[in-house]
């Protein structure tokens, strides 16, 4: 079939220059935080509404006879009262566009200036994340003239949230009390292989015609299904985390259809998916022990020794006792591991979770970290869609190795230096060992995704982020010719803009107001300073054991939007 004009044949694409960097992938909480706000107004079909009030001039290109059109319907709520939403139909294989469809649910908050920009679009992350309340997150966050030249659009990717169909592989995978995550005995390793292969067969039987189409480059071409009906010759887009590799992927296929690229948190696309995972892992144990460094220079709120090594033993035996008696009958090893791991993607979260470790240790009192399961951890029914999903999108990218003797000697080794997560990140991802599909060809690298044709991007990237490390921007950076790399100097939390730091958002308002890119001497183009440490929780606070309220800060609503483990 004729490709439309712009669109690049990644069968056909020109050998491209690009050094290999060690690999990451982006992982996020599992726990399904982001509100699908639109799902209610979202259904298969057509909606009504009348046009938005106030709303600005028609777009400058009106949509293509064979576009489909999208009828917008009113969906606001408190925090965003001018969202709108509507759901556009897109083939499950772009290779047929004649036939099957599915359904794409979309929100937005239409333009109100003269100047209109055209479309931004945005992305969470995951694979998995809802993107329909971050639309009104990014336009309330953006200074109002510059979110007043945009519409700002976000979208719930195939398989995702109010998308239709949803996956839903096995409910109640991630249920209390799993098995420890360390398999120190072959009970244990059993056990958790079990796991793995029930989660594979059941998402083959459960949606074997979706999986062969569940990847990027089909989740690219529905952005592109998006652009055309939204009638614009080109979009702008911000991704975080997961979103970087899908923005850069599009940009990949349509170079010629993006107008701006924000990459914010960026994936190293040199190794997607298995060893990304491994360097990983070594990340989130520096990052957990730079938490567990932030308790013991709050030793006079914690009282659990000043010394960090000291610390990191307390919170290992905790550790081993919860294995062996769950807290509260529902928070084992395993379950601590995911109490914890939000820790490492915002800081903002250490004085919640720190209150439950210190309680736990020092008064010797569960209730705490119980609590901050249910916050942090316990995955909900959103959280087992947001797994299907990256589950179904990550092992459909790429082929990940079949012999278990591979990830148990791989995984072994890291845990030794980084026990943090490592074992819970390798059963996270096992079910891609016994995966009922195979990829048609491999996710695009980063040989692929050097294009000298897109107009300049602009990246962002914290020095110490654990989910997508600092090498993974740089190499980017590299890769998009052009493109500007502003870097948060000490910061290690995963998804840094329009969360509170105004130099980082200065340069973000900059270049969508008129496409300014930062440019220096160096590997970076600018510098920000990363913003201070937290402090421990008020005494009046730290008993409840809550986490932080959307309205406590930008960057705490920010990560509670961001998607599931990417």
Known sequence: ??????????????????????????????????????AAAVAAGTLVSAPAAGAAPAPRTAPAASAPSLAWEKCGT???PTL???????????????????TLALSRVPHTARTYQGPLLVNPGGPGGSGLALAGFVASSLPKAVAAQYDVVGFDPRGVGGSRPALDCRPGHFAPVRPDSVPSTPALEKAGLERARAFAKACAERHADLLPHMNTVASARDLDAIRGALGAPEISYLGYSYGTYLGAVYADLYPRRVRRLVLDSVVDPSGVWYDANIQQDHAFGDRHRAFLAWVAGHDAAYGLGTDPARVEDEWYAMRAALAR????????????EDTFLPGGYFNGYWPHLAEAFAAYVRD???????????????????????????????????????????????AWAVHAKAPFMTWSNTWYNAPCAFWPTVPARPAPGAA???????????????????????????????????????V????????????????????????????????????????CPALPAPKPLAPETAAESAPPEPSDSRGARLHGLLGPRG
């Open 325 to 336: 008696k769950p807290a509260g009958g529902k928070v084992g090893a395993a379950e601590l």
């Open 364 to 410: 010797k009192d569960d209730a705490p970290l119980v609590q901050a399961y249910e916050n942090f951890g316990a995955v909900d029914a959103a959280g087992d869609n947001g797994y299907s999903v990256y589950t179904a999108v990550q092992c459909g990218d790429t082929a990940w190795p079949r012999d278990w003797n591979k990830w148990r000697a791989d």
């Open 1 to 38: 079939m004729p490709r439309p004009t712009g669109e690049r044949s990644p069968a056909h694409r020109p050998a491209k220059a690009g050094t290999p960097a060690p690999r990451v992938r982006p992982r996020l909480p599992a726990r399904g935080r982001a509100a699908v706000l639109c």
């Open 488 to 527: 948060e100097e000490g910061g290690g939390n995963h998804g840094i803009t329009l969360a509170g730091n105004a130099c980082l958002d200065g340069h973000l308002a900059a270049y969508l107001t008129d496409g300014t890119v930062p440019r220096g001497d160096g590997e970076a183009d600018a510098v």
């Open 84 to 102: 709108q939403c509507a759901s556009l139909k897109v083939p499950l294989d772009h290779a047929h566009p004649h036939g099957r469809q599915i």
């Open 78 to 80: 408190k925090a965003y």
């Open 448 to 486: 692929d995704l050097a294009d000298a044709d897109l107009p300049p991007a602009l990246l962002f990237q914290a020095t110490d982020d654990a989910a997508t490390p600092y090498r993974g921007g740089a190499l980017m950076h590299r890769l998009l010719r052009g493109s500007g790399l502003v």
